[in-house]
């Protein structure tokens, strides 16, 4: 048999696989829009994990890692130092938001400053930037799913064809089966990628050095830079402690992970996730082994896109069989799935809930306001699927630069949660100079210090929400919820 029919045979199964359990678990959930979004509120830990989890396992697990670590070495543990502090917002910030949703209705980012700011333009605001975020972010998905395909298979299915199959089957069971869907899939997924990711990881350093230790023994030797600060790319100690904070941070403002906590049946659920959450740094581990090991390879002859070191590794250095890549491509599409997956639902929600509702589908009904949000998945997963054909690579820099925009929501969303006394007129006039800071630092003048832009930006925010707070008298201010109830 050719072996470019085996891998898409393996693969295709796993996709039939994936879209079964997923198209089962509609029977669990009820027809509610609660029930569609958050799970009825009943979400247990193991699936909760696996949700949350895929947030950081997407295509950029199986080919943005590796291709860090080759590329630039050391610098790329970055990825493993913010993933640390990312169990401190779930711990402090969940359960908190898991009670409010509780008490008083809430689904998305959107909901919550809107009603505690008594301010719609606000929630509104807030959604605008969710869905601009998210769109480009499912967009990598697929055109990861593409790339894999194309890849794997030596070209028998090609990009615009793996893309659309990756397409097709994320947007039918999120369709059907809403978050129920997603986290079911998320569990047998993730399972699927973590066993492969350590397979390969394994393996392959053992097949061209014998062992990870051998390895690292010989890069030592022969190219420390990739095993020191500022690693082989001259990455300084400020942009890696201040991408570590502002991932972290910025992080928690995406949509798909802060909407998760609305779904948890209980704060103590949230707080358990948090605590094994950081297994998934563990998980990353393997995979930046194989772009190390990627570094003495293509010493000689580097190649042209470091996010192609894991395939190349794979198909052509390590020599697998064609079941084993097979089982490979299914590994990194789960990766891209699982992300897609949340990244399609959350933002049709997002959309529905918190942009079209409060202006153009005012006073429809539930069911509507559900059927829309059905249609929505396909509508935004089908616009993604367009992008990635036409150019995903100046996307993957607006997902990175949505990062810096996206933590500008963070004042708000803390005020929100813990803070009462600040108005809204104080946050949006930090988010406003925070993100417009951002744009300018990122696209016109040079970050100084060569620190990430989103820090001078939020510490722009914040100061204008101290600011604000201090010097403007709260009669001149729009008033605090407390003041108008």
């Not at 979004?37 to 943005?64: D, K, N, P, Y």
């Not at 794997?152 to 990756?166: K, S, V």
């Not at 492969?196 to 050095?209: D, Q």
């Not at 914040?462 to 003041?483: D, M």
Request: proline share 4%; glycine share 10%; with cysteine.
């Amino acid at each position: 048999m050719n072996d470019s029919l085996i891998v898409v045979g393996i693969t295709l199964t796993y996709l039939a696989l994936v879209l079964l359990v997923g198209l089962r678990a509609r029977g669990q959930q009820s027809s509610s829009l609660e029930g569609y979004v958050a799970g009825g509120r009943h979400v247990g830990m193991v699936i909760l994990f696996f949700i949350l989890g895929a947030e950081i396992f997407s295509a950029f697990a199986f080919l943005g890692a590796p291709g860090w670590s080759y590329q630039h070495g050391a610098p790329a543990f970055y990825i493993l130092a913010y993933l640390s502090l990312v169990p401190i917002t779930i711990w402090a910030m969940g359960p908190r938001v898991a009670e409010l949703g509780r008490q008083k209705g809430y689904l998305t980012q959107g909901d919550m400053i809107a009603d505690h700011y008594q301010s719609k333009a606000l929630g509104i605001l807030a959604g605008v930037i969710g869905v601009l975020a998210l769109v480009p972010y499912l967009t990598i998905q697929i055109a990861g799913a593409g790339l894999l395909f194309q890849a794997a298979t030596d070209g028998l299915i090609p990009f615009w064809l793996g893309a659309l199959l990756a397409f097709v089957v994320v947007a039918a069971y999120v369709f059907c089966s809403g978050l129920n869907g997603i986290g079911w899939t998320n569990l047998v997924q993730g399972i699927m990628m973590i066993a492969i990711a350590w397979f390969l990881g394994l393996s392959i350093s053992e097949r061209l050095y014998g062992g990870v230790g051998e390895m690292f023994s010989q890069i030592q030797l022969t190219m420390p830079e990739y095993l020191t600060m500022p690693g082989a790319t001259g990455m300084n100690w400020g942009y890696f402690s201040t991408a570590v904070l502002v991932s972290a941070f910025g992080g928690a403002m995406w949509p798909h992970l802060f909407m998760k906590f609305y779904s948890a049946d209980s704060g103590k659920t949230l707080r358990k996730v948090s605590v094994f959450y950081p297994l998934y740094a563990y998980l990353l581990v393997p995979l930046l082994f194989i772009g190390f090991a990627g570094v003495l390879v293509f010493a000689d002859d580097p190649l042209v896109r470091a996010d192609t070191v894991l395939l190349r590794m794979v198909m052509d250095v390590a020599n697998f069989s064609p079941w084993v890549i097979g089982l490979m491509l299914s590994g990194a599409l789960a990766a891209a799935m699982s992300t897609g997956a949340n990244l399609a639902h959350t933002a049709a929600i997002v959309l529905v809930r918190d942009v079209v509702g409060p202006t153009l589908m005012k006073g429809a009904s539930e069911k509507a306001s559900v059927s829309v949000t059905r249609w929505s998945v396909l509508g935004l997963s089908l616009i993604a699927y367009l992008f990635a054909l036409a150019n995903p690579a100046s996307l993957v820099l607006l997902l990175l630069g949505a990062y810096g925009l996206i933590v500008q929501l963070f004042p708000m969303v803390l005020g929100a949660l813990f803070l009462p006394r600040l108005r809204r007129a104080s946050v949006m006039a930090g988010a406003l100079v925070g993100s417009l800071a951002y744009l300018l630092m990122e696209f016109a003048w040079s970050s100084p210090l060569g620190w990430h832009a989103g820090v001078w930006a939020m510490l722009l925010n914040v100061g204008v929400v101290a600011a604000w707070q201090g010097l403007v008298k709260p009669a001149l201010a729009a008033p605090t919820p407390q003041e108008t109830h």
